[in-house]
């Protein structure tokens, strides 16, 4: 099994073994079924400790194929360290000094809670932060892979672009906290980009093309969005080939919806790809997104 492989294995057990228990009796056994266990595996079993069991002492980490950091920034960071909540029990790492970027005045506001590169460290500060849906107008979590700042400017975005949906807040305050959870899972995962999945075998494995994923909370919608180190250009029909499956799988398999849903209406969007660098053009100038 490649690590990218065994990575996603582990990713997939920790969502089964995540979930609530069925209707079930308790270890998934029927009404009055009894469970048969040797003696030395149980032993074996009550040494082990995942972050499901202690998550502060857990002694079994599975690692991901990729070593990731979340990043928060809100009206209540602004010009001062991260407010007394459950999220500041972890340690927090300076901003890189990247040039370009530090000299963004928005870039001095956020701040990056902690990086990981495990299972179980994920579900640590997953458990540990506050949700989507509870946080205030204007606050942003971002989840990217070590190394890259959430910016344009940061070398491995500034040639990419973003699948985006804007949804509307009333009509899914109930179940933004699981589409961002899906998200973040399929991000860890590196399920998003099909051409890591589709590689013959571990030395053909590209580089994922996915950079690091955000959930934005604004008075009247969320926004979610997929970021990737490239996007296609105008005769580069595998790459975009590449980016639209992207936001198929995102479509489908992590939010849920039908290929062939519309999603637009009064504050809605559709799943919709654009280019950093056409986010910032302005009238005729700007291209229209792709869409799934």
Request: aromatic share 8%; net charge negative; no cysteine.
């Amino acid at each position: 099994m490649s690590s990218l492989e065994a990575s996603q294995a582990a990713v997939a057990d920790s969502i089964a073994e995540n979930k609530p228990a069925g209707k079930s009796g308790e270890n998934g056994l029927e009404p009055g079924e009894i469970q048969e266990v040797e003696v030395d595996m149980q032993a074996h079993a009550e040494s082990i400790r995942t972050v499901f069991n202690d998550p502060t002492n857990f002694n079994v980490k599975h690692p991901l194929y990729s070593p990731w950091a979340l990043w928060f920034d809100s009206p209540a960071t602004k010009g001062r360290n991260l407010p007394q909540t459950p999220m500041s029990s972890f340690p927090q790492t300076p901003l890189p000094q990247t040039p370009s970027v530090a000299a963004a005045g928005w870039m001095e506001d956020i701040k990056k809670v902690i990086g990981f590169d495990s299972v179980e460290e994920f579900w640590g500060l997953y458990n540990n932060i506050i949700k989507p849906s509870e946080l205030p107008p204007k606050a942003n979590y971002y989840l990217f892979k070590e190394g890259i700042i959430p910016a344009w400017e940061d070398e491995a975005n500034k040639n990419g672009g973003k699948w985006s949906i804007q949804l509307p807040k009333d009509k899914n305050r109930h179940k933004i906290d699981d589409l961002w959870l899906n998200t973040m899972l399929a991000a860890i995962g590196e399920t998003f980009d099909p051409a890591l999945t589709e590689a013959e075998s571990e030395d053909s494995v590209p580089r994922s093309l996915i950079t690091g994923v955000i959930v934005s909370t604004r008075p009247q919608f969320y926004r979610i969005s997929i970021w990737t180190r490239s996007a296609p250009g105008q005769d580069d029909e595998d790459m975009r080939k590449r980016i639209e499956a992207i936001g198929r799988h995102f479509k489908t398999a992590v939010l849920g919806y039908p290929e062939s849903q519309k999603l637009s209406g009064p504050l809605a969007t559709e799943v919709e790809f654009l280019s950093h660098k056409d986010s910032e053009k302005k009238g005729k100038q700007a291209k229209k997104p792709i869409v799934v």
